[in-house]
């Protein structure tokens, strides 16, 4: 079973473009989250979609938004992009019945803001 | 909503012995408690994960330590190989309790594996 796939690998924007980045989850699995990982913050959750809906959302401006396809693929998009957005964006994928489930994560797409 | 410490944020230790990570948690309504393992380039992968219900659970040469009263959870990785080295990170449910509301992180500790 292929894993999760996020494109692109790579990108560099520069202040004040948007972004659209994407994931396709594993074959099955209906819930997706995005999370941004730098290295002052770490790991922080976005937000998590099922079933084409948003059902949770993290500490975020609205400049971060998301959604999900009938085919359970997703996008997130970043608006007026600012430096500090430089970070690499995970997707993980789950099967979504319900909380807690294993999060399975693709390799990430790494932002660049100049 | 759920804070995580976890430490060290490096730790180095010989081929062949043993390492332990330890994180607490502040939500006494956590009840999921996940490792994850980040090699360089890759995304985290699950490696072990244990549910409130339980204080031990073991695969191979890795193990998970909940204390539910002192609401910290360890790694524990016996025998450790050079494959061994990577980020590993703990995790616990963002608000506590069940729900699809995401995972809060601990900062992680790069683990490296002296030959």
């Known amino acids: 079973k292929a894993g999760v796939t996020q494109t692109p690998r790579y990108l560099i924007k520069t202040r004040g473009q948007q972004v659209t980045l994407s994931c396709s989850p594993i074959?099955?699995?209906?819930?997706v989250s995005w999370y941004q990982q730098t290295p002052g913050q770490g790991l922080q959750f976005l937000f998590e979609?099922?079933?084409?809906?948003?059902?949770n959302k993290g500490n975020f401006p609205g400049r971060f938004s998301g959604r999900q396809f009938s085919n359970s693929r997703s996008e997130m998009n970043v608006s007026t992009l600012e430096l500090g957005d430089s970070a690499l964006y995970l997707c993980a994928s789950s099967v979504g019945g319900s909380g807690n489930e294993k999060l399975f994560f693709g390799s990430g797409t790494q932002l660049s803001v100049l | 909503g759920e804070n995580v410490e976890q430490h060290p944020s490096t730790l180095s230790v010989q081929e062949g012995d043993s390492a332990v990570i330890k994180c607490t948690y502040s939500?006494?309504?956590?009840?999921?408690f996940p490792w994850y393992k980040q090699e360089l380039g890759k995304g985290p992968q699950l490696i072990i994960d244990?549910?409130?219900?339980?204080g031990e659970k073991k695969d191979q040469r890795i193990a998970v330590t909940l204390n539910k009263t002192a609401k910290h959870f360890s790694l524990h990785i016996t025998e450790t190989q050079p494959e061994d080295s990577a980020v590993y990170f703990c995790?616990?449910?963002?608000?506590?309790?069940?729900?699809?509301?995401?995972?809060?992180f601990g900062k992680g500790t790069h683990l490296i594996i002296q030959p």
């Open positions: 074959s099955g699995h209906r819930s």
């Open positions: 244990i549910r409130s219900n339980v």
């Open positions: 979609y099922f079933s084409e809906t948003q059902r």
């Open positions: 939500d006494s309504a956590s009840n999921y």
């Open positions: 995790a616990a449910p963002r608000e506590g309790g069940g729900g699809a509301d995401g995972l809060t």
